[in-house]
C-alpha cells in the first residue's frame, strides 16, 4: 500500500481520480501484471477509477467494505450526508486545533479501549475484532492533521463511478460486513449490481474492518475466488 497524497502534505489535488492515476504510476513502476486487485473502504472507489483509462494489467478485483461512490453518505445506514459534509468542511477549514488533536489522540491510551467496547456493544464493531490492530489503526489514522482528512472525506462523499461502473468487465469479488456503520450495506449491494461480473459474500457479524475481525474467514474466501478464477482464465486462454 501506499500513502494517498495529500495526507501528509498540503496537495491541492486529492481527488479519487488523482489516487488512481498515483496507483497506475506504482504498478507500472513496480512491473506489477496480470494482478488481481484489492481495494477496502475508500480503496474500492480508488481501484473502480483506474478503469477509467487502461486496465490491462488488472486480472480481478477484489473489494472490500465499500461502495462504487459516495461511501460515507449513509452512515449508520441513515442518509447522514447533509450534515457531515458542512461538519467536515468546517474542520478542513478550521485552525490548527483541529492540526494538534488527532496527534493528541493518537498519542492517549485512556479512551481507546472503553471507545472500542462502546463500538462493539452498539454492534458497530463486530465481537471477533482484533482489538490491538483496531488500536494501531486509530493511531495511523488520527496521527494525521485532521482538517486534511475532512477534506478527503469531503471528496469521498461526493465521487461517483456511476458514468462507467457499468462498462467494467473483469471478474469482481464484492464483501461486505453485515454491520458496517460507515458504508451502509444498500450502497456495497448498488457496487455489487452495478459491476456486471461480480460476486456478492456478506460476512455476518463483520463491520467495516473484515480485515481485522475474521482475517482467516477473508483470506480463505479470497484466496478460492482467486483460484477459480484463474483455473476458467487457464481453461478458456488459447495461449495456454
Given amino acids: 500500500y501506499w500513502d494517498y497524497r495529500g495526507l501528509n502534505s498540503d496537495e491541492v489535488d486529492i481527488s479519487i481520480e488523482r489516487h488512481a492515476c498515483d496507483l497506475r ?10 494482478a488481481f486487485l484489492v481495494g477496502w473502504s ?5 481501484a473502480l477509477s483506474l478503469f477509467q483509462r487502461d486496465t490491462s494489467s488488472i486480472q480481478g478485483l477484489i473489494l472490500l467494505n465499500g461502495a462504487g461512490g459516495g461511501a460515507i453518505r449513509e452512515v449508520l445506514n441513515r442518509p447522514n450526508w447533509f450534515w457531515i459534509e458542512p461538519l467536515c468542511q468546517r474542520i478542513a477549514l478550521g485552525g490548527r486545533f483541529w492540526q494538534r488533536l488527532g496527534p493528541f489522540l493518537a498519542r492517549s491510551q485512556r479512551w481507546k479501549s472503553p471507545f472500542t467496547e462502546f463500538c462493539v456493544k452498539m454492534k458497530w464493531l463486530g465481537t471477533e ?3 490491538s490492530e483496531f488500536h494501531a489503526l486509530l493511531c495511523q489514522w488520527l ?3 485532521l482538517r486534511r482528512i475532512s477534506a478527503q ?3 469521498l462523499g461526493n465521487h461517483s463511478t456511476d458514468a462507467f461502473i457499468h462498462s467494467i468487465d473483469v471478474k469482481a469479488l464484492v464483501v461486505m460486513g453485515n454491520r458496517d456503520p460507515l458504508v451502509s450495506n444498500r450502497l456495497t449491494r448498488k457496487l455489487a449490481q452495478s459491476l456486471p461480473n461480480s460476486t456478492l459474500r456478506c460476512l455476518v457479524g463483520s463491520s467495516h474492518f473484515t480485515l481485522i475481525e475474521y482475517p482467516q474467514t477473508l483470506y480463505h474466501l479470497m484466496e478460492r475466488w482467486m483460484t477459480v478464477q484463474r483455473d476458467v482464465r487457464e481453461k478458456v486462454s488459447p495461449d495456454l
Avoid at 25 to 34: P, Y
Avoid at 42 to 46: A, H, I, K, L
Fill in 143 to 145: 496521527d494525521v492533521d
Fill in 25 to 34: 504510476r506504482l504498478l507500472e513502476k513496480e512491473d506489477i501484471r496480470d
Fill in 42 to 46: 475508500m480503496g474500492v472507489q480508488v
Fill in 129 to 131: 475484532l482484533e482489538r
Fill in 153 to 155: 472525506i469531503v471528496v
